[in-house]
């Protein structure tokens, strides 16, 4: 079973004590992507991301500063890096070295400079979407860039069940037709006004705790997930098909 994710524009490079690392696998693709924003200046920076001036000083200089072979002094292991609300929930700081390791072999988290990456692979600062219209050789997005790539490394992770966890920016950029795995998608839905709905703010809370549920219990069968009953949710079979899991809450 492997799990997938997506990354949070929030990120945390302060100094953390875990040593355990590996690099990220697809080195020539982020040079590439990074060289052409390296080429743009503030103000088309600003534009093409649609962010803040601030944010955008803030991205320019990051980009700026991003290095082909990186030093140690600059980089963090992805799953302590990120700091969006799902991350906060996985809280990957509370994980001794064996339930890392499992981590390391059952998630990834999908990217849009580094395409797909292992908890552990050691990352720069950077902000970048996936759904960018980013135009690198003959593709006009990121998505249509990355596609063939991400889709053959989850091929060759995982051959049996790809959960997903991630948002639909980030499954777009999955050729979904050509993985050899069944793909499960799970959702968490709210009550409101006798209707099941997703709240955004919830269900990230939600996927975050689920993942974290999965590492304290080393889950690698799919339909032990069915048994999680954290912060309310439980799973319902009446909405829920054989491809997409829904878990709610009253």
Not at 22 to 27: A, E, I, M, Q, S
Not at 207 to 233: A, C, D, Q, W
Request: with cysteine.
């Amino acid at each position: 079973m492997l799990v997938i994710l997506s990354p949070s524009k929030t990120q945390n490079f302060s100094a953390y004590s875990f040593r355990g690392s590996t690099n990220p696998r697809f080195k020539k693709q982020t040079n590439e992507i990074v060289a052409i924003l390296k080429n743009m200046n503030k103000d088309e920076i600003f534009s093409f991301m649609s962010i803040s001036q601030k944010l955008g000083i803030e991205t320019y200089r990051n980009i700026q500063k991003f290095q082909n072979n990186p030093s140690n002094g600059i980089t963090k292991q992805a799953i302590f890096a990120y700091t969006g609300e799902v991350f906060n929930k996985i809280n990957p700081q509370s994980f001794n070295g064996d339930e890392l390791n499992f981590c390391q072999s059952h998630f990834r988290i999908l990217s849009g400079v580094y395409g797909v990456l292992r908890p552990l692979d050691l990352i720069q600062p950077y902000r970048l979407e996936m759904a960018s219209k980013l135009k690198i050789r003959n593709s006009k997005s990121l998505t249509k860039f990355w596609e063939k790539t991400i889709t053959a490394t989850l091929n060759n992770d995982e051959k049996n069940i790809v959960i997903n966890l991630a948002s639909k920016e980030y499954i777009n950029s999955i050729q979904l037709d050509q993985l050899k795995a069944k793909f499960i998608s799970i959702q968490f839905k709210e009550l409101k006004n006798n209707e099941y709905k997703v709240v955004g703010i919830y269900a990230k809370k939600a996927r975050g705790k689920m993942i974290h549920y999965i590492v304290k219990n080393f889950i690698s069968n799919p339909n032990l997930l069915k048994n999680y009953t954290e912060s309310g949710y439980t799973f319902n079979s009446s909405i829920s098909t054989e491809n997409d899991w829904v878990f709610t809450r009253d």
